[in-house]
């Protein structure tokens, strides 16, 4: 699982075979916890994330969201600038 971001202590991560992994989705790693973040809702629907790391994720997926999109529908890995 490739890594396509990191800011904060917070890895983002995302499978590329579809037809195993649906909903599209991306994973967030913060130590300890690791939560699957939904591209359409960016709710976490798996696991779990502290609060803060939860609130960081979605600012940052809100920005990518085109680009996680993108890379979702076309398999195409590229890294993803982090939050400054």
């Not at 300890?32 to 994720?57: K, W």
Request: aromatic residues 12%.
């Amino acid at each position: 699982m490739p890594c396509i971001s990191r800011f904060y202590g917070i890895v983002i991560k995302m499978f590329f075979l579809q037809r195993e992994h649906q909903p599209p989705h991306f994973h967030a790693i913060y130590g300890e916890y690791n939560g699957l973040v939904d591209l359409a809702s960016l709710e976490v629907i798996e696991g779990d994330l502290p609060n803060r790391a939860e609130r960081l994720v979605k600012e940052w997926a809100e920005i990518h969201r085109s680009e996680l999109q993108k890379m979702w529908d076309t398999q195409e890995f590229k890294q993803i600038p982090g939050l400054e």
